[in-house]
């Protein structure tokens, strides 16, 4: 596997469920994101880890939680979500410290929120 | 705060039409500058950067130049083909020093090449 990688790609799940989105980068990198991709809106940046401590979160909401295991790894763990949920969930990763390392971006988790 | 306007889309265009998408920026300090792609069903790929003044970043025909005096970021190309159907997104990066990179993304813009 090379770059970023993000499982599942799509998922569907009820207001109820528990589920956990995946990432993991193959790059060596430092610090990773989560972006919020909806419809019609910005690219939202969620949370931001930095040598798997996070260092940002965007007043997201409590049904999301982040995990950073280690600085290869990273999760969004759901739980109780809204319909208003749904969207695209992509992951990135980088070299922190320079604003010229840019960001390496996943393919995304498609998530739909019934 | 830092921000980036892009020009709001979709554009279309037909196969070997010049390409403009216009982006210009606010920031503090010295931003890097950068040019993604999103083709229909994948995440975001660079397509290419600027790191100061005067710069020009190019990728598969594709240029912009870093305009300090403007605050602009303008994405080209010559003759664009219907491959290049895809969102753009301008964003900078001007971190405090030590910091983790935060990328700050404009709308995106919908560029739609037709044969």
């Known amino acids: 596997e090379t770059g970023v990688t993000q499982t599942p790609r799509h998922l569907v799940m009820g207001m109820t469920n528990k589920k956990s989105l995946k990432c993991e980068q193959h790059l060596g990198h430092n610090a990773m994101y989560w972006y919020k991709q909806s419809a019609k809106k910005p690219l939202e940046l969620m949370f931001v880890y930095n040598f798997k401590e996070q260092t940002e979160n965007n007043s997201v909401p409590s049904r999301f939680s982040p995990e950073c295991p280690n600085s290869s790894h990273l999760f969004l763990h759901l739980h109780t979500l809204q319909p208003e949920d749904s969207a695209l969930y992509l992951c990135?990763?980088?070299?922190?410290?320079?604003?010229?390392?840019?960001?390496?971006f996943g393919p995304g988790t498609r998530l739909t929120v019934l | 705060g830092d921000s980036v306007t892009q020009m709001e889309g979709p554009v279309t265009l037909s196969e070997e039409a010049f390409l403009t998408i216009n982006c210009t920026y606010t920031?503090?300090?010295?931003?890097?500058l950068f040019w993604y792609v999103q083709y229909p069903g994948e995440g975001l790929q660079l397509l290419l950067k600027?790191?100061?003044?005067?710069d020009k970043g190019s990728n598969k025909g594709f240029e912009a130049t870093y305009r300090k005096e403007t605050t602009s970021f303008h994405l080209e190309k010559g003759s664009v083909q219907v491959s290049d159907s895809a969102v753009y997104f301008c964003a900078l990066n001007s971190p405090p020093l030590g910091a983790t990179n935060k990328l700050i993304f404009g709308t995106g813009t919908l560029l739609a090449v037709q044969p």
């Open positions: 600027a790191t100061k003044a005067d």
């Open positions: 920031a503090t300090g010295y931003p890097s």
């Open positions: 990135a990763s980088s070299q922190a410290g320079a604003s010229y390392n840019e960001q390496f």
